[in-house]
C-alpha cells in the first residue's frame, strides 16, 4: 500500500466507525473497496490487517457495538470478504469469530440493520467474495449461512432474491470442482456437504406444492447448467431429472415459464421438451379456440394439459389475462432466437393466434363464444398486450408462412396504423413490425425487392403514412419519419416503389417536417430529407403552400446547422453531409470546397460537442477521399496518378491551407470534450502520415517563417487555441504537424480525464474532507 495512503487511513477507519460522522456516499465506499480489491491483487491481505491495525479495529468495533450506519456495516461486510478470499487471512478472521458473528446464523442476521435491503445485498456480496477455497466451504456449512441464503432466494427484494440464487450457484461450483478434480462423482454421499445441502434444498423444492419455492429452484438450476459444463453437471441432472419431469404430472403445472428455460439450457429428454413446450402454448390455444368454431390448428391444441385452468387464468380478471398473455408472447420471442429453439417450430398457428390477439385488442373479431366476448371486453384498447403481440410478430416474420397468412399480417397492421385509438407507443411498435415484415415476405432468393403483394400492400400504407406524418402528437410524426426513412434506404432504388411514393404527398410533408417545433421531429425530418435527395425522391412541385420547395435541400440544411437552437437537428445534418461527401451527392461535389468550408466554419462555433466530433469525421472523410482514394468522387484528385499511397498534389496542400479544416482541427486538440480533442489528433495525425514525404530540402527563400509557426505554437501550448492562425503557406501548415508531439498528446487523451483525481490517496482525501479531518486546502475536491 502508497505510504501516503497508509497514513490516512488510521482516520478514514476512525470516521467510518463513529455514527456520528456523516459518511461519504455509496459511489466512494464503492472506489474504496474497487482500490482494496487493487491493493490485494499484489499484496497479502494477512499482512495487511497485520500491518494496519486500524483495519482490525474497525472491524471489531462494527461487530461489537453495532451501532454504524446501514450503508457503513454493508460496506464492512463486504470488505472482510474481500479479506477472507485469501485462505490464511480467512483462517485469521476466524480465529477470533469475527467471521461467524458477521456472517454466521446468529450474527448480522439478528441486528435492527438487517431489515435494509443494502445490507441483505452486503452480506451475501461478501460470502460471494469469500467462497473461494476449501476453508470457505466448512464455515459455509457449519456456520448456518447457506440455511441464510435459502431463506433469501425468497426475499422481498428482488435484487436480493437473485443475488442469493447467483450465490447458491457459486457455491455449488465450489464445492463439486473441488470435490473430485473434475470427475463426476457418482454416489450423492460422496459430495461435500455444501453441494449436498444445496442439491437436496433444490429437490425438496421441486416437491413443493409452492410455485415460488418451485420457481426459485428451476432458476438455480437453469443458472447451474449454463455457466457449469463440467462432467458433474450430469450427475446433478440425472439426480434431478425425475423431480422436474414429475411437475408435468401437477395440475396445473406450476412455473412452466422457469420449466422451458430449464429444459432448453441442459441435454433433457426431447419429450420433456415438446411437454413443456405444449403447456407454454396452452394461453394462445385459448384465444384460437374461444374465436373460432373449427378446432384449433393441429398441433397447438393437441395434447396439451391443463386448459381449463388456463382459461380460468384468462378469465379470472383483466390484469391477470394481461400478464399471462404478454408473459408467453415475450418468452416465445426470447425462445424463437435460440439456437435450441423447438422443432419443429408451430409457425402458422403461433402466427394465427398472434394476429387474433390483435384483433381481440382492436375490437375486429367476431367472437364465436362467450369466452370469446370476455376477451373482446378484456383485451379492447390494451397497449400493454399490442406492444407484446406486436413484437413478437415482427420476430415471427424470419418463418415461412402461407400467403393468406401473410395477407392477414399486412391487414392487421394496417388497421393498427389506421385506427385512431392506437397509442404512439403501438404505432412505433406497428410500423417496426411491418418493415420487418416487408423485408422478410415472399422475398425471392438473392433479391431484395418487394414482392408484388407489398406493393399493394405499400399503396394502401401511404396514404395512412401521410395521415400519421401530419399527427398532432409529435411521437407519431417522429415514428413514421423513422419509417419513411428505412424505407427509402431499403427500396429508395426500386422503380415500383419509386412510383409509388412519387404518388403521394409524402416526400412533400416530409420536408415540410423540417420546420418542426419538436427538435426530435425535425432531427428525423433532416434524416429523411436526406434519404430522399440521396435517392433523387425529394419532393419537386413548388407552391406557395410549400415554399420551402423554392429553394434547394442544401441550403436548408445549411441553415439548421447554423440557426437550430436545439442540438439534435444539428447533429442529423452533419450525419447527412458526411454521407453526401461520402457518397459523391450532386450538390456536394459541384463545388465542394465551398461545401467543406462552409460546414465547417459553422461547426467550428457550435457548443454542441457531439456537433464538433461530426465536424470532425466529416472533414476526415473530405481529406481520405483527396488523399487516399483518388477514385472517389473529389474534384482535387482528378488526373492524378493512382498509387497505394498518393501523395497530395501541391494544389491539394493549398486548397487545405485556404479551408478551416486544419485550423478547425488544430484548435480541437484543446478541446474541453475528450473525445473531440482525441477525434482531432487521430485526423492531424493521419494528415502528418499522407504528408510526411511531401516537404523536400528547402531553398532559405521558400521556408516557412519560423517565427510565425513558433507563435502560433506557442499560442497554442498556452490554451489560446480560440485565436485564428491566420494565412498559412502548405510548408507552414506542414512545419507545425511536425512540430507537434500528437503521439504523445493522444496517449495522454487515451486516459481517463479524471485519471490524477482517481488516486487512492486522492479518493481518503475526499472522503475526510467531508467530514472536517483534514484542513481544507488539503482536500482534492473535484
Not at 457459486?170 to 460422496?190: D, R
Not at 397497449?383 to 395477407?407: I, K, Y
Not at 421531429?521 to 415554399?547: F, K, M
Amino acid at each position: 500500500m502508497d505510504p501516503e495512503c497508509s497514513k490516512l487511513l488510521p482516520a478514514l477507519c476512525a470516521v467510518l466507525a463513529d455514527p456520528r460522522q456523516l459518511v461519504a456516499d455509496d459511489t466512494c465506499l464503492e472506489k474504496l473497496l474497487d482500490w482494496f480489491k487493487t491493493v490485494m491483487e499484489t499484496e497479502s491481505s494477512l499482512h495487511l490487517l497485520q500491518d494496519h491495525p486500524c483495519l482490525m479495529e474497525l472491524l471489531s468495533h462494527v461487530l461489537k457495538t453495532q451501532d454504524v450506519s446501514p450503508r457503513v456495516l454493508s460496506f464492512v461486510l463486504r470488505l472482510v470478504g474481500i479479506f477472507a478470499a485469501q485462505e490464511d487471512c480467512f483462517q485469521y478472521l476466524q480465529q477470533g469469530e469475527l467471521l461467524l458473528g458477521l456472517f454466521g446464523e446468529t450474527g448480522a442476521l439478528s441486528w435492527t440493520a438487517w431489515n435494509m435491503p443494502s445490507v441483505r445485498s452486503g452480506w451475501i456480496q461478501g460470502l460471494c467474495s469469500l467462497a473461494h477455497h476449501p476453508s470457505a466451504l466448512h464455515f459455509l456449512a457449519d456456520s448456518g449461512a447457506v440455511d441464510t441464503i435459502f431463506a433469501l432466494q425468497g426475499d422481498p427484494s428482488l435484487f436480493v432474491a437473485s443475488a442469493a440464487s447467483q450465490l447458491l450457484v457459486h457455491i455449488l461450483a465450489l464445492a463439486m470442482q473441488g470435490g473430485a478434480s473434475g470427475s463426476p462423482i457418482s454416489e450423492a454421499a460422496a459430495w461435500p456437504i455444501c453441494a449436498q445441502k444445496i442439491v437436496n434444498h433444490v429437490e425438496e423444492s421441486l416437491h413443493s406444492k409452492a410455485t415460488p419455492q418451485v420457481t426459485q429452484a428451476l432458476n438455480v438450476l437453469t443458472t447451474t447448467f449454463g455457466r457449469c459444463h463440467s462432467p458433474w453437471t450430469g450427475v446433478l441432472w440425472g439426480r434431478l431429472s425425475p423431480p422436474v419431469a414429475c411437475l408435468f404430472e401437477r395440475d396445473p403445472i406450476p412455473a412452466v415459464h422457469s420449466l422451458m428455460d430449464l429444459l432448453l439450457s441442459v441435454a433433457s429428454p426431447q419429450e420433456l421438451r415438446t411437454q413443456a413446450f405444449g403447456v407454454l402454448l396452452q394461453p394462445l390455444a385459448c384465444i384460437l379456440k374461444a374465436t373460432t368454431q373449427a378446432p384449433g390448428p393441429p398441433g397447438l391444441l393437441d395434447g396439451t394439459a391443463g386448459s381449463s385452468l388456463t382459461v380460468d387464468a384468462l378469465l379470472s380478471s383483466k390484469s391477470a389475462c394481461v400478464g399471462l398473455l404478454c408473459q408467453t408472447l415475450a418468452h416465445l420471442e426470447e425462445l424463437q432466437m435460440l439456437p435450441q429453439c423447438p422443432c419443429p417450430w408451430p409457425q402458422v398457428p403461433l402466427l394465427g393466434a398472434t394476429v387474433t390477439i390483435l384483433r381481440l385488442c382492436d375490437g375486429s373479431v367476431d367472437p364465436s363464444s362467450s369466452m370469446g366476448g370476455r376477451l373482446c371486453g378484456t383485451l379492447g384498447g390494451c397497449v400493454r398486450v399490442q406492444r407484446a403481440a406486436l413484437d413478437f410478430l415482427g420476430t415471427l416474420s424470419q418463418g415461412t408462412s402461407p400467403l393468406e397468412l401473410v395477407l392477414e399480417v399486412f391487414a392487421v397492421l394496417l388497421k393498427t396504423l389506421e385506427s385512431p385509438e392506437s397509442s404512439p407507443t403501438v404505432l412505433k411498435k406497428a410500423f417496426q413490425a411491418t418493415l420487418r415484415w416487408l423485408q422478410n415476405s415472399h422475398k425471392t432468393p438473392n433479391c431484395s425487392d418487394l414482392s408484388p403483394d407489398a406493393l399493394l400492400f405499400l399503396g394502401e400504407l401511404f396514404p395512412i403514412l401521410q395521415k400519421r406524418l401530419c399527427s398532432p402528437c409529435w411521437e407519431v410524426r417522429d415514428s413514421a419519419l423513422e419509417f419513411l426513412t428505412h424505407l427509402i434506404r431499403h427500396w429508395g432504388g426500386q422503380a415500383d416503389f419509386r412510383e409509388a411514393l412519387h404518388s403521394s404527398e409524402v416526400p412533400t410533408l416530409a420536408r415540410q417536417l423540417l420546420q418542426d417545433p419538436e427538435s426530435y421531429v425535425r432531427a428525423s425530418a433532416v434524416g429523411t430529407a436526406g434519404q430522399l435527395s440521396s435517392r433523387g425522391l425529394q419532393a419537386t412541385s413548388a407552391s406557395p403552400e410549400n415554399p420551402l420547395a423554392q429553394q434547394g435541400l442544401l441550403m436548408d440544411l445549411m441553415h439548421i446547422l447554423s440557426t437550430d437552437s436545439e442540438g439534435f437537428p444539428r447533429r442529423a445534418v452533419l450525419r447527412v453531409f458526411t454521407e453526401w461527401l461520402r457518397d459523391g451527392h450532386a450538390d456536394v461535389i459541384r463545388d465542394t470546397e465551398w461545401f467543406v468550408a462552409t460546414v465547417l466554419q459553422a461547426v467550428s462555433r457550435d457548443l454542441d460537442w457531439e456537433v464538433r466530433m461530426q465536424g470532425l469525421e466529416l472533414a476526415q472523410v473530405f481529406l481520405i477521399q483527396a488523399m487516399g482514394q483518388p477514385s472517389l468522387h473529389c474534384p482535387y484528385t482528378v488526373g492524378l496518378p493512382e498509387a497505394t499511397s498518393p501523395r497530395p498534389h501541391p494544389e491539394f496542400l493549398q486548397t487545405l491551407c485556404r479551408l478551416p479544416l486544419f485550423e478547425f482541427a488544430f484548435c480541437a486538440l484543446l478541446d474541453c470534450d475528450r473525445p473531440v480533442a482525441q477525434k482531432a489528433c487521430d485526423l492531424l495525425l493521419f494528415l502528418r502520415d499522407k504528408t510526411t514525404h511531401c516537404s523536400g530540402p528547402q531553398e532559405a527563400g521558400d521556408s516557412p517563417n519560423s517565427a510565425s509557426v513558433e507563435a502560433v505554437l506557442q499560442r497554442w501550448r498556452e490554451g489560446e487555441q480560440g485565436q485564428p492562425l491566420g494565412d498559412l503557406e502548405p510548408e507552414a501548415m506542414l512545419a507545425i504537424l511536425r512540430s507537434l508531439d500528437l503521439e504523445g498528446l493522444q496517449g495522454k487523451l487515451a486516459k481517463s480525464s479524471d485519471h490524477v483525481e482517481k488516486s487512492p490517496q486522492s479518493l481518503l482525501q475526499d472522503m475526510l474532507a467531508t467530514v472536517g479531518i483534514l484542513e481544507e486546502n488539503e482536500a482534492d475536491c473535484y
